[in-house]
C-alpha cells in the first residue's frame, strides 16, 4: 500500500452552521465545533500535518492532538469574494440556481483556480514520501477528492464532507482511489 493522505475538515463555525461562504474570513471554532474536533480520533497520526492558515483549522488540529508542521494558503478554503458571509439563498435571490460549483463567484475563484490548489497539494504530497493530514475547509476538501481521483473539480458536489470529518486518500496498486469518506469524529 502507498502512502495516504488524510483530510481533516475544521469544527463548526459560527458561519458553517448557518450556511454563511466562509473563505478567507478567519473566524473561530464554535463550542460545538471544539467538542467536535477533541472528539476526532486518529488511530495513526503521520509525521506530517499540514494546515490551512486559518485559526478555525490549526485550533480543530490542536484539539484533535496534532502538532501542524507546516501552514499552507494552499489549503485555504475557496475564495468566495463578494459572496463571503453571504448564503446560498441570499445569493439566488439576485442570481437563480446558483452554486459554488456552476456558476462564477465575482471577486473569488473559479473552480479552475481551486483545482490548481488542489493539484499543487496533491503533488506535494507525492513528493513528501509519507503519509500527511491536511487539515483544512469543506469545499477545498471536496475538490482535493476529485482531484485526486481525477474528476473536475465541480464534481465536488458529489461528496460530503462534514466538520470535524477525516476522509482518506490512498490508492490499490498505484490507482488512486478514496480509502474513506467523510468519517464523523468519534
Known sequence: MGHRLFLLRHGQTEWS???????RTDIPLTQAGEDQARAVRLTEKPPLVWSSPRRRALRTAELAGLTVTETTEDLAEWD???YEGVTTDEIRETVPGWT???????????????AARADAVIARFRAAGSDVIAVGHGHFSRVLVTRWIGLPAVS??????????????GDERGVPQIDHLNLPPS
Do not use: Q
Open 156 to 169: 465536488g458536489v458529489h461528496f460530503a464532507v462534514d466538520p470535524a470529518s477525516i476522509t482518506i486518500l
Open 80 to 82: 468566495y469574494g463578494d
Open 100 to 114: 459554488v460549483w456552476t456558476h462564477p463567484i465575482p471577486g473569488g475563484e473559479s473552480a479552475t483556480d481551486v
Open 17 to 23: 452552521a448557518t450556511g454563511r461562504h466562509t473563505g
